[in-house]
């Protein structure tokens, strides 16, 4: 069933042109106020009024019908028409009346200028205009011109027409004719289209450049063995230390904070003054690791051979200095059998192994632990004395890593706490089993041994707890090894210590002073998107309104407005499928080659997700605002689309 609405003549003849041709098969049911309309067109006439029907019968049809189109003007039923030439200007008038016309015409630079002396209203007819001149008198509309029209319904309604309204058009053949519709693009619309690509540039580039902000990567943020609990405390006794370290969910707690500075020795390369690589690392026990954590390489089998994780060694690879590459260091498995040292004492720790925790870590032995830590900031060397509060210096280490160098003359080995050997030279004024006054942790030093040194080693040597002591009481704070975090955070926290997880906090801090650069970087990825959007709106908004008459002349048949946004749907997508997705594909590859620069690699973040991301986007947002013009228009009667008055 279809209503005509208010047309213009024009349109109102066209509209029943068409629906005259589709009534020749099809059953066509017109509700109008124009009585000469119904009786040109119509094989059967119902007429109501005031809904009830007054009459009913079949329509003899009119020969001819006289309907007027505002917008013809036929030259020939002027009854005053009148030739002038004066000056090479040939000047036709035609009138209804004599009436009095004063016109000024002026011809200038190609240029016509007419000027009325009574304001009249002037109008200009050209292709332009919708004014049609002819050169003939005015006809009434027979039948044969009525049948001489023609409509290709089975372009528009389905040959299986049902009676219930079906769809003219689903999503897979709207799509192909979207193609279609491009390729018969002007040259200048094609050229526009470029509005497309460079959107699909920019959605891409916002897309990556937020999710490479938004990433929060291990290697970005964390400086110790994700298993430690650190601690700070101005002061904790060497017993209350041994006591929580005894606690059976705690593997082994370290004085500090577990880093230590360490140096990748470069010496055996032919590059003689090449300087060697200085890094920093958090120790932790081989107890630790298991047979199965080792990816390269082999467990240790000593106290100096080491297992290092590729986290740290790839820190190496990739930093700034470059010397790692320089020598040949390419991959983590090159650094295997390299020396590594620590402070001026340990200088032969070998890389045996190698491991893929994802941790900035070195795995040593565990008595190994302690020397490693008094090393890399020679504190051990400081001893403070209670009684008159101050600090001397004395040389005190363990005596494990002086075994190779040393020979003892007298005595044993300080096998046992604050039992020290010291250099024979001393025997005369520090005797056997005597207590010297050097302290630690409170207590003297006991001689139990004298050594000789062909390299003249003069140091205190001691056992490892008792270096360990001295560092308790050195160190603010400490870190916990165990495997049950929550428990001893509980633990810790309800005796008052101030104590986080290292690796909860580490993040915590990074996305915290990332806030900002965050911020930024969306503020201007949406400004990006917006700009593209308004663009694409400024794009489909152009399509769409060189196609208004052809909305116009589906809607006044009755064609739903859910085909019209199908319609326009499938030439978006295939808009979007030619362009922005080409766009997308051409940004993400400069975005993966410019990633590959160390330098730029954290600036981006390009793989299947973000580009995924970025082309559900641009499908969305194009098909959003590409519709924006079109639900403008379609909920607007067919005679208004038509007038395009108000378009």
Known sequence: MNQ??????KN????????????????VILVTHEEDLAKFYATRI?????????????????????????????????????????????????????????????????????????????????????IEIIDDHYKKINKETINKYEFNFDKVIDNNFKKKYSSINNIFSTIIKGFAKILDYTVLKKFLLLGFLLSGIFIMYAISSIFATLEVRDEDFIKYNPNYLLVDINQLSVDEFLNYENNSNISYMLPGNSQVNFELLYDEYYQSSMQNEYFTASIASIS??????????KMPENDFEVVVDKFVLNNIINGDSNRAKTVGLNSPEDFINKKLSVGTKINNLTIVGLTDLNSPSIYVNKNMMINLIEQSNGESSVIYLPETQETITRDIYDFKLFESNIVLER??????????????????????????????????????????????????????????????????????????????????????????????????????????????????????????????????????????????????????????????????????????LTGIILMAYILNAVS???????????????????VVLVYIFNLFVGLIPVHHVIKKRPAQILSRHDI
């Open 288 to 297: 630790l690791l298991n047979s199965k954590d080792i990816v390269y390489g």
């Open 596 to 614: 590959s620069v160390e330098y730029m690699s954290r600036a981006f973040m390009i793989n299947p997700i973000t580009i995924l991301c970025a």
């Open 12 to 27: 109102s003849l066209e509209i029943m042109n068409i629906i005259k041709s589709i009534s020749k098969e099809k059953l």
């Open 411 to 580: 005595g044993k080995m300080p096998e046992n706490d604050y039992e020290v050997i010291v250099n024979i030279s001393n025997r005369y004024n520090m005797p056997l089993n005597r207590t010297i006054d050097t302290k630690v942790n409170d207590t003297n030093l006991k001689v139990v041994g004298y050594y000789s040194s062909p390299e003249n080693i003069n140091y205190y040597l001691v056992n490892n707890n008792t270096i360990k002591y001295n560092l308790i009481n050195q160190k603010q704070g400490f870190a916990v090894a165990t495997n049950n975090k929550s428990l001893i955070l509980e633990e810790f926290k309800n005796n008052n210590f101030n104590i986080i997880d290292s690796y909860e906090n580490s993040k915590e801090e990074y996305i915290k002073s990332k806030e900002e650069q965050v911020k930024n970087t969306i503020i201007f990825a949406i400004i990006i998107i917006i700009i593209s959007l308004i663009e694409m709106f400024l794009m489909s908004r152009s399509s769409f309104l060189s196609r208004i008459k052809e909305i116009g002349i589906l809607r006044a048949i009755g064609v739903k407005k859910r085909d019209i946004y199908k319609m326009f749907m499938g030439e978006i997508i295939a808009i979007t499928t030619l362009t922005s």
């Open 46 to 130: 119902i007429e109501i009024q005031d809904g009830t029907i007054k009459n009913d019968y079949i329509n003899e049809h009119a020969n001819d019908l006289d309907y007027q189109v505002e917008n013809k003007i036929y030259l020939k039923d002027f009854k005053n028409c009148k030739k002038i030439i004066e000056n090479n200007i040939e000047i036709n008038t035609y009138t209804e009346n004599k009436e009095e016309i004063k016109l000024n015409i002026i011809v200038k630079n190609d240029n016509i200028y007419i000027q009325s002396y009574k304001n009249e209203k002037l109008q200009v007819v050209d292709d332009s205009s919708n």
């Open 4 to 9: 005509l609405g208010n047309l213009d003549s």
